[in-house]
């Protein structure tokens, strides 16, 4: 049975209802509260940096676990109207219904009789998870405490016996999703895990405190890349550990990845980190120069070297000497320059086109592309030989949609970044507007979001933030599944709210009732391929009903509309 079968088979929505007048919110007989997450989050920050990572994890977990314990009672209310696995099935489906998390049940091992219980749980979607990536970035540590406390208590009261949960995947660790585990209390032996279930009394701890803040504060000062480079993915940090091991040798470096993932990014960080820091750093896009013109570009030009050579001219391996010399989507050099190139690589000398002198050049070569070079080497465009002096220490720089978790970080740096240009101070992307660019699958990648955030700055209002039509041209395409409320306070159904929208999409200036009607009509008649009988169907009408109504769109004058 789906999910949103449960909660409309055993009548869910109709529990949960909203006083406007009163101030008040109810699930059953319980007052809910409707909070900003963000709000929420700013809490949750504060709880960490005044009382340290444990004692604020251990309290957000009892948090939860009251709240698990309250939704357990609503499930106790149910108990015997339906299979029992469908009502412990409530409580996940609450947590989904509250907006905390999507609960799927993946694993349910439970012994009705004797109360045993296993269970494991993959969650989609947690507000703690997205919440903890906006404060603190990826990390090392589980994040979701109090959901894991809310499927304890939750568990705990259902089954009238200590369950408990832990998480085992989260995203905030770089993982794919979010994922729990649980089992009896007892089952998990000595772990000093049970011990965040236990309140604690810090009254005299302060200097503990303090010094459990101060490392606390260290770890997440180390969590952060220096220089421009922005992330701490676990693939983010995995490229980055790569090139900063290179930084102070001489090695060449190949960098590989897509387009927009920041592979300049990336060599300008190597060179100011490298002995060659205070020399210049000189780039190059191969592709946006001709090909009769690059040779020249890369290797300078002797005045008379050909028709219009005016004066002689340095290119950008003499501008780089002593330096570093980036040349981005090196897999387009033509065939000749891939050998002067090579030439220079082996023997640390060019000779400027039209030239016969030789000039020694001592250059670091930094080399991007996102072309393959192995198949470029098969298919005969690229020299094999210059690929291996190339390719001698390659690092792979991940797309966006593989370091999702980065995009909180992301987009606040570039916020600082564009807020000075257009003199404006934002506060940020809202919840809507993140959880936008956490789902999109960045085909322009680093770039493609540096571009929308300064959109955003720019559309954003002063001191406000920054909305998903600020990011998007157009909006983003709405998510489904959101409900409102009607007349009577009750929340409707999510079809409800889809055919509402197509509604609201349909009105406005000019609109004009008969024509989509007869427009609709027709598109009933060709679907079911001019079966009037299944078109009626499709339309919720009778045969006859549809036959008069195609009369009158037809400019026919038909008899008075029969009944249905």
């Not at 209390?185 to 011990?195: C, K, P």
């Not at 506060?427 to 960045?442: E, F, H, I, K, N």
């Not at 600020?470 to 599944?481: K, Q, R, T, V």
């Amino acid at each position: 049975m789906a999910g949103e079968g449960l909660i409309e088979r055993f009548n869910l929505r109709s529990r949960l209802r909203f006083n406007i007048d009163a101030g008040q919110i109810w699930l059953d007989e319980s007052r809910m509260l409707l909070l900003h997450a963000k709000a929420f989050g700013a809490l949750r920050r504060e709880l960490f940096d005044t009382l340290g990572a444990k004692r604020a994890q251990g309290l957000l977990l009892r948090m939860g676990f009251a709240s698990g314990q309250q939704d357990a009672e609503l499930a106790a209310k149910l108990y015997g109207e339906g299979d029992n696995y469908d009502v412990f099935r409530i409580g996940p489906e609450l947590h989904a219904f509250e907006g905390l998390v999507k609960a799927t049940i993946t694993r349910a091992e439970i012994d009705w009789e004797t109360g045993s219980f296993f269970g494991e749980v993959d969650w989609v979607g947690s507000w703690e998870a997205e919440s903890h990536l906006q404060q603190f970035g990826a990390g090392h540590d589980m994040a979701c405490w109090s959901l894991v406390g809310y499927a304890s208590g939750y568990s705990t009261r259902f089954f009238k016996r200590p369950i408990v949960f832990r998480e085992t995947k989260c995203i905030c660790r770089g993982d794919d999703k979010c994922v729990i585990v649980g089992k009896p209390a007892e089952a998990w032996g000595d772990d000093d895990y049970l011990e965040y279930f236990q309140p604690e009394n810090i009254d005299g701890q302060m200097r503990e405190m303090q010094e459990e803040l101060a490392r606390l504060r260290g770890h997440l000062r180390e969590q952060r890349s220096p220089g421009t480079l922005v992330g701490n993915s676990a693939s983010f940090r995995a490229a980055f550990d790569l090139l900063s091991k290179a930084a102070a040798s001489p090695i060449n470096v190949l960098l590989l990845g897509e387009t927009g993932v920041g592979k300049e990014v990336f060599a300008r960080w190597l060179h100011e980190h490298s002995e060659r820091a205070e020399q210049p750093f000189v780039a190059v896009n191969c592709a946006a120069i001709p090909h009769e013109l690059i040779e020249s570009e890369l290797f300078g030009v002797q005045k008379g070297a050909y028709t219009g050579a005016q004066q002689s001219r340095c290119g950008r391996f003499e501008r780089a000497d002593g330096g570093t010399l980036f040349l981005d989507e090196v897999g387009d050099l033509s065939p000749s320059a891939q050998v002067k190139l090579l030439r220079v690589l082996q023997t640390g000398e060019l000779e400027r086109l039209g030239d016969d002198h030789t000039r020694k050049v001592n250059v670091r070569l930094v080399a991007a592309t996102n072309v393959n070079l192995q198949q470029a080497i098969a298919e005969g465009r690229f020299r094999a030989d210059l690929y291996y002096r190339l390719a001698t220490y390659p690092v792979v720089i991940p797309p966006l949609r593989e370091r999702k978790t980065d995009i909180p970080l992301l987009a606040a740096a570039l916020i600082d970044k564009y807020s000075p240009a257009y003199h404006k101070r934002v506060q940020g992307p809202t919840d809507r507007a993140l959880a936008a660019l956490m789902d999109y699958d960045w085909p322009g990648n680093v770039r493609e979001l540096e571009n929308l955030i300064e959109r955003g700055v720019l559309l954003a209002p002063a001191g406000g933030w920054i909305e998903v039509e600020h990011l998007f041209a157009g909006g983003m395409p709405p998510s489904g599944g959101e409900v409102q409320l009607d007349r009577r306070g009750i929340v409707g159904s999510a079809e409800e709210a889809r055919q509402d929208g197509i509604c609201e999409q349909l009105l406005g200036e000019g609109f004009d009732l008969q024509l989509h009607e007869n427009r609709l009509l027709a598109l009933a008649v060709r679907r079911a391929g001019g079966n009037l009988t299944h078109a009626a169907r499709l339309l919720g009408i009778s045969r006859r009903q549809l036959a008069y109504r195609l009369k009158q769109a037809n400019g026919e004058a038909p008899c008075p509309e029969p009944p249905g």
